[in-house]
């Protein structure tokens, strides 16, 4: 059975950085695509950044430049580095895999990150 658990969210001002990371279980995680997703109060699941089994990243507009995913196969982990934190950058934070960043068949928990103004 596939799991995904989601650590280092927290609170941080604007401007601040913070590092996600989520630990994959029961599948080989070196062939998977990999993704972030979030969600705000009131809005729907958006997809934040994408990494492919090969390393080819992808992202939504409003992090380019600011946000870096990545992973480590040895560890069976991907991550997602986040600088120059907004308010709007506020909410949950989900780890999903499946055939393509836009297709998850697997979330985590989830994991809040609040960015105070």
């Known amino acids: 059975q596939v799991r995904l658990v989601e650590s280092g969210g927290g609170l941080v001002q604007t401007g601040g950085s913070l590092r996600l990371s989520c630990t994959s279980s029961g599948t080989i995680f070196s062939r998977n695509p990999m993704a972030w997703y979030r969600q705000a109060p009131g809005s729907q699941r958006e997809l934040v950044a994408g990494?492919?089994?090969?390393?080819?990243?992808t992202y939504a507009d409003s992090v380019k430049g600011r946000f870096t995913i990545s992973r480590d196969n040895a560890k069976n982990t991907v991550y997602l580095q986040m600088n120059s934190l907004k308010p709007e950058d506020t909410a949950v934070y989900y780890c999903?895999?499946?055939?393509?960043?836009?297709?998850?068949?697997?979330w985590g928990q989830g994991t809040q990150v609040t960015v105070s103004s």
């Open positions: 999903t895999t499946g055939p393509g960043a836009h297709y998850p068949d697997y």
């Open positions: 990494i492919s089994s090969g390393g080819t990243t």
